[in-house]
């Protein structure tokens, strides 16, 4: 590669890297072009980049990012995964793979200027989805309206039923 492909590449790196809260390397050793193929496909689904990235280019696309804790990590070939959209995204389709097809490794991650360990990855895969979190919020919501209306609704409905018995009653 050209010297000006790369200062392409790491700038073009370096702009993606700025956006996401979160980026994930994975180790990749193993995994045949099917099985990569079928991950690419699921990380598209879910709105996630992947990208199988040179260790020093990497390395400086990384530089004056929150990223830049990753780069101790640079070693041996290694894939770089993140969404602009949801955070979580990445870990919850690269831990379902990984369970799949133990060639793929999850190396760490970087958030906010934080490294997070495989362990500490795989627990956010328990959180709930940005949509499950907005259905239960609402659910929240629309739980006491919906109450009040049913409480509002009933002395009405009691007063019909006991006008009702008691006309019955004197029948």
Do not use: C
């Not at 490794?105 to 940005?130: C, D, F, N």
């Not at 499950?132 to 109450?147: C, D, H, M, T, V």
């Not at 509002?152 to 009653?169: F, H, I, V, Y």
């Amino acid at each position: 590669m050209k010297k000006e492909d790369k200062s392409i590449v790491v700038a073009d790196l370096h702009q993606r890297m700025l956006r996401p809260k979160v980026a994930i390397l994975t180790r990749f050793i193993g995994l045949n072009g099917g099985k990569m193929t079928h991950l690419r496909a699921e990380l598209r689904r879910a709105a996630v980049e992947y990208r199988i990235v040179k260790n020093t280019l990497l390395r400086l696309a990384i530089q004056g990012t929150d990223k830049e804790l990753l780069g101790t990590k640079l070693e041996g070939p290694i894939a770089v995964a993140w969404s602009d959209t949801d955070p979580i995204a990445p870990a919850r389709v690269l831990a379902k793979f990984a369970k799949d097809f133990p060639e793929l490794k999850i190396l760490v991650a970087s958030s906010e200027g934080k490294l997070w360990s495989p362990e500490e990855i795989q627990a956010w895969v328990t959180l709930p989805s940005l949509k499950e979190l907005r259905a239960k919020i609402l659910g929240f919501i629309q739980g006491p309206a919906s109450n009040l209306a049913r409480l509002m609704s009933t002395p009405g409905t009691r007063l019909a039923q006991l006008l009702k018995a008691k006309s019955q009653k004197e029948e």
